[in-house]
T-cell receptor, first 119, second 109 residues
Framework: GAVVSQHPSWVICKSGTSVKIECRSL??????MFWYRQFPKQSLMLMAT?????????EQGVEKDKFLINHASLTLSTLTVTSAHPEDSSFYIC???????????????FGPGTRLLVL | AQRVTQPEKLLSVFKGAPVELKCNYS??????LFWYVQYSRQRLQLLLR??SRESIKGFTADLNKGETSFHLKKPFAQEEDSAMYYC???????????FGPGTRLSVLP
């Protein structure tokens, strides 16, 4: 149980285009979803936290107009990288937390990640 | 500011030897601390959390508030323990997470 999927697993796009990444909780309802970014040989950096039905909370330094997050349902969150540039190339990982109590306990189930390459 | 440090990027031990992965944190409130593990070609997964005081796969970690540490220990390392280990700090009722840089553990035969 507690499986999180991401789609696509990898994507190559041209500079200036927008890319949407989906994160789904397959067998549980996720009240909270997290989006991380991971540069090569570096740790995960939290980009934003999204609670179902409300606006995402972005970490300092993360442009909310650049990285649009939508958490429209209890099983789906999307990250859209708008007007992508080569410096946006990275590994994007989502995680989901099943319920408020589990969120408070820090329980997260991670997706497999999406590798984005912007040419 | 909240911060998690893991001083060793790479730690190599022989099979059967004890292993300790160090983690220190900085946080002014009551911390929630975790260890996550990522095996080769797999996604990140929770190994253990301090609040549960449990032992998973032979690993234990004790929160030392005086030293602001949460070191991960195992008395006898196994080859299958080879992986990337991340220490993480959660705060603000689980709405925020800070991950350490990670330590790659290599258990040699």
């Amino acid at each position: 149980g507690a499986v999180v999927s991401q789609h696509p697993s990898w994507v190559i796009c041209k500079s200036g285009t927008s890319v949407k990444i989906e994160c789904r909780s397959l067998d549980f309802q996720a009240t909270t979803m997290f989006w991380y970014r991971q540069f090569p040989k570096q740790s995960l950096m939290l980009m934003a936290t999204s609670n179902e039905g409300s606006k995402a909370t972005y970490e300092q330094g993360v442009e909310k107009d650049k990285f649009l997050i939508n958490h429209a349902s209890l099983t789906l969150s999307t990250l859209t990288v708008t007007s992508a540039h080569p410096e946006d190339s990275s590994f994007y990982i989502c995680s989901a937390s099943p319920g408020l109590a589990e969120t408070m306990r820090g329980t997260q189930y991670f997706g497999p990640g999406t590798r984005l390459l912007v040419l | 500011a909240q911060r998690v440090t893991q001083p060793e990027k790479l730690l190599s031990v022989f099979k059967g030897a004890p292993v300790e992965l160090k983690c220190n944190y900085s946080y002014s409130g009551s911390p929630e601390l975790f260890w996550y593990v990522q095996y080769s070609r797999q996604r990140l997964q929770l190994l253990l959390r301090h609040i549960s005081r449990e032992s998973i796969k032979g690993f234990t970690a004790d929160l030392n508030k005086g030293e602001t540490s949460f070191h991960l220990k195992k008395p006898f390392a196994q080859e299958e323990d080879s992986a990337m280990y991340y220490c993480a700090l959660s705060f603000n009722y689980g709405q925020n997470f800070v991950f350490g840089p990670g330590t790659r553990l290599s258990v040699l035969p």
